[in-house]
């Protein structure tokens, strides 16, 4: 139930639909969003960080040559409106841009795109024992590329495939997440995660190369330098992060996630780290209202 903007209109729920002979669902060229909204302490429910991701969303669109039909302020409308309208304290939102069914083919670009919003209740991506304690990753055997395009200012469906793979992968070996590397074997990122580690108090995070340019990433980089720490973009290593003092991932979804385990290593005493527990309560304060963002 509920309803779900579509080309600027609500539609409800069950009506939002799209044709099968739609391009995106035979091609996958579309391009998203993962957006949260929390209920803050003083000014009702707020999305987070929303400009960022609209701005996000029509980076990408543009990376893929795909002509967005709405402004960016309608966008940003456009969500609000669909958190109010069903009602939600809080809420997971879901833009999406894609090609629609007017033409098959791979020249797409008489194509329609078309927009559409979608918010529902999804409480935690992560049980509580998972953000307090920590959970165990493989590296996947799935990678990251940054050959072509590298995908680092876009987030696009079709982009998905290999993350789907990685994590069913490490799903199916008794893991939580996977840790997909570069075409160098370096490390990228989680399958939608961004990847971080902390060595001698000093934080570390792959640089935008095979990476989404993460907003919660970007968010915590920001707050670990309010609090005086140095936070270094490098190239990592399988063995640093074996070897590290702690590592975490950030999303949207994920939020900040303690890792304690990597391929059968335990990081450090295999628990939350001072430094992840400090930023990822000041990420839950941020989000909650608490903390200026
Ligand atoms: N990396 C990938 C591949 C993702 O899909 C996501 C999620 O959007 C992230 C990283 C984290 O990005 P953000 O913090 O903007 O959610």
């Keep these: 139930d509920g309803v779900i903007w579509l080309d600027g209109e609500l539609v409800p729920w069950r009506e939002a ?40 969303l029509f980076n990408s669109a543009k990376i893929m040559m795909m002509d967005m039909p709405f402004s960016k302020e309608e966008l940003n409308e456009a969500q609000k409106l669909v958190v ?55 590296t996947s055997s799935y990678t990251r590329h940054h050959v072509n395009i590298s995908m680092c200012k876009a987030k696009a469906n079709g982009h998905y495939i290999n993350s789907m793979l990685a994590l069913r992968e490490a799903l199916d070996s008794g893991c939580e997440e996977a840790l997909l590397l570069d075409n ?6 989680g399958s939608g995660e961004n990847f971080f580690l902390v060595n001698k108090g000093i934080i570390y995070t792959p ?17 670990a330098e309010e609090c005086g720490y140095e936070v270094r973009e490098k190239r990592i290593t399988r063995d640093e992060v ?19 385990e990597l391929d059968g290593r335990q990081i450090a005493d295999g628990r939350r780290g001072p430094i992840t527990e400090r930023l990822q309560t000041m990420y839950f304060d941020a989000v909650k209202g608490r903390l200026p963002n």
Aim: charged share 25%.
């Design 242 to 260: 074996y070897v590290a003092d702690e590592a975490f991932f950030t999303g949207t979804a994920a939020e900040v996630l303690p890792i304690r």
């Design 207 to 223: 640089e935008l190369t095979s990476c989404l340019d993460g907003i919660t990433r970007d968010a915590v980089i920001q707050m």
């Design 84 to 138: 109010r309208e069903n009602n939600l304290n809080e809420a997971y939102l879901r833009p999406m841009a894609f090609l629609g069914s007017e033409g098959m083919g791979l020249r797409a670009d008489s194509l329609q795109t078309h927009v559409m919003v979608a918010a529902w209740e999804w409480p935690s991506y992560m049980s509580p024992e998972a953000k307090e304690l920590g959970i165990k990753i493989r």
């Design 184 to 189: 160098e074997g370096y490390v990228a990122e």
């Design 17 to 56: 639909k799209t044709h099968v002979l739609t391009h995106t669902l035979h091609y996958g060229m579309g391009v998203f969003e993962g957006v949260r909204a929390y209920e803050t302490e003083k000014h009702g429910t707020s999305i987070f960080r929303l400009k960022e991701h609209t701005d996000r």
